[in-house]
């Protein structure tokens, strides 16, 4: 055992004052910089809708899958997690999705929840993307 000192009870006692008022001037300097949010109703009519202007969609995969989250749904075994996986290596790794439409790099999150490592590896090989990850 090495030499330790034992800290007595009032050091221990400063000590969590010290974080504690730490933590709360964290929290008070954190809360000030918040912006304060216009509360939006969460209706619309439909002339409301209608007299609406929206910037374009900014595309993940142009002409097929819009920025944001998007669900692939359909009957099983039809390739809803090979596509998946394609685009979101791609987009990933910022090349060509689907081999033909060009889509700007950025950011995926993939959840393949079904899946297991071996899937999902055997998944990037048949999908022919594990010959960009060899070294």
Same mark, same amino acid.
């Given at each position: 055992? #090495?030499? !330790?000192? =034992?800290?007595?009870?009032?050091?221990?006692?400063?000590?969590?004052?010290?974080?504690?008022?730490?933590? *709360?001037?964290?929290?008070? *300097? !954190?809360?000030?910089?918040?912006?304060?949010? @216009? +509360?939006? /109703?969460?209706?619309?009519?439909?002339? *409301?809708?209608?007299?609406?202007?929206? /910037? /374009? $969609?900014?595309?993940?995969? $142009?002409?097929?899958?819009?920025?944001?989250?998007?669900?692939?749904? #359909? @009957? $099983?075994? +039809?390739? @809803?997690?090979?596509?998946?996986?394609?685009?979101?290596? &791609? +987009? &990933?790794?910022?090349?060509? &999705?689907?081999?033909? +439409?060009?889509?700007?790099?950025?950011?995926?999150?993939?959840?393949?929840?079904?899946?297991?490592?071996?899937?999902? =590896?055997?998944?990037?090989?048949?999908?022919?993307?594990? @010959?960009? !990850?060899?070294?």
């Amino acid at each position: 055992m #090495g030499n !330790f000192e =034992k800290a007595d009870e009032n050091e221990l006692k400063n000590i969590q004052e010290e974080v504690n008022k730490k933590v *709360e001037e964290e929290r008070n *300097e !954190f809360e000030k910089n918040q912006v304060k949010r @216009k +509360i939006e /109703p969460l209706w619309y009519t439909a002339r *409301e809708l209608f007299e609406m202007e929206f /910037p /374009p $969609p900014r595309w993940a995969v $142009p002409g097929l899958i819009a920025q944001g989250v998007t669900l692939l749904c #359909g @009957k $099983p075994k +039809i390739g @809803k997690s090979f596509l998946a996986l394609n685009l979101g290596v &791609a +987009i &990933a790794e910022g090349w060509k &999705a689907l081999n033909k +439409i060009n889509v700007e790099k950025g950011s995926v999150l993939y959840l393949a929840l079904e899946d297991t490592e071996l899937r999902l =590896k055997n998944r990037l090989v048949n999908c022919n993307l594990c @010959k960009y !990850f060899t070294t």
